[in-house]
C-alpha cells in the first residue's frame, strides 16, 4: 500500500471515529433536562385584587430577545398602588428556559454593561403573570433584564420609557 492510501484510509477512520462519538453524546444527552433549571410556582393574584384601590399603569413595554437562544417576548407593566409600584409581567410572557434567571433593573440600555444594577430577585416562571416589587428609585433605571447568573447571559430585555 502507498502512503497516500494509508493517509487516507487514516483520515477516514479519524472522521467516523469523530462522528460515532459525537452521535452517541448526542442519542444519549437529547433528552435530557438541563441540571440547573429555575422553576417556581406563580402566584397569580392581580396587583389591587384585594383592594378596593384600582393600580395605575404607568408605563407598559415589551420584552426583546438577545438572539434565536436567548430569547423573550411580551408584556411588562410598572403599575402603582397603595402598596407600591411594582413590576407586572402579563399572561403573554414568556423567555427561553434557562439556569439560574433572575429580574434585574439596569440604569443602562439595553445591550449595554449592567452597570450599577438592582435584582429584583429570582425570574418566578419563565411564562405567565408575575409581580416584582420595585425599589424606590425605579425610577432611574431604564432596562429590565432578565439575566442568567450562573453564564452572565442576557436572556431578554424591556426598555423602561
Known sequence: MTKKKIGIITSIGCLVLIFGIVSVYA???INEKPLIVVEQKVDNTVLGESMSETPTT???TAFKGV???HWGKGT??????Q???KLSFKDDFE????????VYLSPNPAGQELGEFASLG???AIKGVQEYNLPDNYEDYKTVIIW??????TFATAELK
Not at 442568567?148 to 447571559?153: L, P
Open 27 to 29: 442519542i444519549k444527552n
Open 58 to 60: 404607568i408605563l407598559s
Open 67 to 69: 438572539d434565536a437562544v
Open 76 to 81: 411588562v407593566e410598572i403599575v402603582k398602588s
Open 83 to 85: 402598596d407600591g409600584a
Open 95 to 102: 423567555v427561553a428556559q434557562g439556569p439560574d434567571l433572575f
Open 122 to 124: 429570582n425570574l418566578k
Open 148 to 153: 442568567c447568573r450562573a453564564f452572565g447571559v
